[in-house]
Structure formats: structure tokens, C-alpha cells
């Protein structure tokens, strides 16, 4: 599992390649961790998030929000992203778990959503590929 940041315009992209799609969730949230700060300190409590959706694109994009939202409500940077896709019939889930380090103890530069410009999702050979565009 690996992430890259890639500049993209004003924005900011994450391009991740993981062997199984839970592993590529959990990549592309640690880019978004990244595309925010360098690096984050060991401290910080594990919180869980549950999220649903119709397609794997759409459960990755609102599970991106969903930490961006828990980012502003909890005062954390959501780091250490461990996340279990699914499907259950016609829905896709993911229960994720993240370590919140307090934004008070860094300098965070802020990631005001993500969006489905561009937005890639792929299952390759070698396992998934995802290309997600921030807007910073």
C-alpha cells in the first residue's frame, strides 16, 4: 500500500496503489493526513466512522468527507487510517478506525473537501489504483 501527493493546479491530488480495495481506502486517507501535514505526532485517540454508499466511488468519496467532517468537529488530523470495504447487496460500506492527533499541537494546512473532479477508482492486475483531487 502506497500513496504519492501530486500537484494538481490550486488543488492537491493523492495517487494510491494498494494489493486489496480496504488497503487503497486506507492509503488515500493517509494522503489526505498528508496532503495536510508532513508529519503528525505519535499522540492522538482512535476514533471510528462507519460510512455508506451506492458504489465504491461514492463510498470513497464520502468517506474522505466524513474525515474531513470529523477533522473540523473532533479538532483532529485523522492519521493511521485502517479501513474494511464491503458490499452488503447493493451497498457499499466502510468501517474505518483513524487516529485523531489534536489540531491545537500542529500546524495543519487546511483541505477544504475533496471532489470528483478527476476521481479515479481501478482494480489493475496487481491489486486497486485511486486518484482523488483535494480542494486546498
Not at 478506525?97 to 477544504?112: D, H, N, Y
Request: aromatic residues 8%.
Amino acid at each position: 500500500m502506497s500513496y504519492a501527493l501530486r500537484d494538481h493546479t490550486a488543488d492537491v491530488a493523492v495517487e494510491a496503489t494498494a494489493s486489496d480495495l480496504s488497503e487503497l481506502f486506507g492509503a488515500v486517507a493517509d494522503g489526505l493526513a498528508a496532503a495536510m501535514y508532513e508529519s503528525a505526532p505519535a499522540d492522538g485517540d482512535r476514533f471510528s466512522v462507519t460510512v455508506r454508499a451506492e458504489s465504491r466511488e461514492a463510498l470513497l468519496f464520502d468517506y474522505l468527507d466524513e474525515l474531513i467532517y470529523e477533522r473540523d468537529v473532533r479538532g483532529v488530523l485523522p492519521v493511521d487510517n485502517r479501513a474494511t470495504v464491503g458490499r452488503d447487496g447493493d451497498e457499499w460500506t466502510v468501517e474505518a478506525t483513524a487516529r485523531g492527533v489534536p489540531l491545537s499541537s500542529i500546524a495543519a494546512r487546511e483541505v477544504k473537501a475533496v471532489t470528483y473532479s478527476e476521481m479515479r477508482l481501478d482494480e489493475t492486475p496487481d491489486g486497486w489504483e485511486a486518484y482523488v483531487v483535494f480542494d486546498v
